[in-house]
């Protein structure tokens, strides 16, 4: 029979919590198997620290800007919906309008309210909208604009006289 070899006492390594902070962060970015490899150390161990740290309550930078970014987009979503309530209501009107008059109207408020929201509440596209606002005006409503412009002159030159027929051109 052998001789049962006397176990001595283990001592255990004592880390600082900066080398630790140190090794998590590292472990962020690199992965923990590296980190672990690098550092000579169990893979379980970092995994035991991260889960440790995460117990105490104690929060990176990162995740404590996470959570003011949700903070605020939760805020900004409960003034979203008392908005998009009254967007609804007033929206009413325009509900039977043509696509111009909606895009139109989409084009006035867009500093106002999210576009894809006015869109979604119209009931029109949202790449139809963004495609007519690129597009140039056809030659007809070029051409429409043109006669208006003539004839805002002509009026302007007779200051509300009688306005002879011929001036307005062929």
Do not use: N
């Not at 140190?22 to 992965?31: F, M, V």
């Not at 690098?38 to 995740?63: F, N, P, S």
């Not at 929206?91 to 869109?119: F, N, P």
């Amino acid at each position: 029979m052998k001789a049962k070899k006397p176990i001595g006492k283990m001592t255990r390594k004592r880390t600082s919590d900066e080398f630790k902070d140190q090794a998590l962060k590292r472990a962020e970015q690199d992965g923990v198997a590296l980190v672990a490899r690098d550092l000579g150390i169990a893979k379980t161990q970092i995994y035991a620290w991260r889960r440790k740290r995460q117990i105490e309550g104690a929060v990176t930078e990162k995740e404590r800007l996470k959570d003011a970014e949700l903070a605020r987009l939760k805020r900004g979503y409960g003034a979203l919906g008392r908005g998009e309530r009254l967007l609804k209501k007033s929206l009413g009107v325009l509900r039977g309008e043509t696509l111009e008059v909606k895009y139109a109207w989409i084009r006035r408020h867009e500093a106002d309210h999210a576009v894809s929201l006015m869109c979604r509440l119209l009931t029109v596209s949202r790449s139809g909208y963004y495609d007519g606002r690129d597009r140039p005006a056809p030659p007809r409503a070029q051409a429409d604009e043109g006669l208006l412009k003539a004839i805002e002159r002509i009026y302007d030159d007779h200051k509300g006289q009688r306005l002879p027929a011929d001036d307005l051109g062929p």
